[in-house]
């Protein structure tokens, strides 16, 4: 007679790595990146901070797995919008939209990226900055092409205006509902670049 015994392969919840990121950026968006343990990321996620070490190998490399996925969704997005759409100003105004959807939708990421990037370690800094610098540069691109005449220089400058008009409301309550917020920022960040 043989004895079989069974072993169970233990393998990582993807939903609890998504409930470790969203718990992280939460608590590091009320408190400071410095003011969060991994324990108290563990309980705002409902599971031991030692568990977390499972997925993450220290707070930063949740930071860096939060600011990556953020990073890496919006270029994603804007890569889609310009495959779909042939007339340039609607993919800029898509662009718009992703970008204010962004700050709406996930404040709490939005907040902990601007806040705390300068957390990581250089080389991750680097490395996600230059993300954001291909992120920004389509919409230079764009604005230039639906905009004819303007300078690579001043492009850039209302480029950077108007996602800085879209995210300026991460950093005060703004207290109006969701739906009426999209529409004032869709408005604002359209008037920076001079969009009807």
């Known amino acids: ?17 998504e409930k470790i990121l969203e718990a992280a950026a939460e608590l590091v ?4 990146f410095h003011a969060v343990s991994m324990a108290d990321i563990g309980l705002e996620a409902g599971i031991t901070g030692s568990a977390i070490y499972r997925h993450f190998g220290s707070k930063s490399a ?5 600011f990556d996925r953020v990073i890496d969704n919006l ?3 804007e ?3 310009l495959e779909e759409s042939s007339d340039l100003e609607v993919a800029l105004k898509s662009l718009i939209k992703g970008q204010v959807e962004f700050v709406v939708r996930d404040r709490a990421i939005a907040q902990v990226y601007h806040n705390e990037i300068r957390n990581l370690p250089d080389n991750d800094q680097v490395r996600l900055r230059r993300k954001q610098r291909l992120y920004v540069e389509e919409w230079v691109h764009l604005l230039r092409e639906v905009r004819n005449g303007l300078d690579d220089v001043t492009a850039r400058t209302l480029a950077h205006a108007a996602i800085g008009a879209i995210q300026s ?16 920022l869709t408005t604002a960040a359209s008037a920076v670049l001079d969009l009807s």
């Open 1 to 17: 007679m043989t004895i079989q015994k069974e072993y169970s392969i233990r393998t990582r919840d993807p939903a609890r790595k």
């Open 29 to 32: 968006s009320r408190s400071g």
């Open 62 to 66: 949740i930071l860096v797995a939060l």
């Open 75 to 77: 270029l994603q997005e």
């Open 79 to 81: 890569k889609r919008t």
């Open 169 to 184: 409301t991460l950093f005060h309550n703004v207290g109006l509902p969701e739906d009426r917020l999209r529409e004032i």
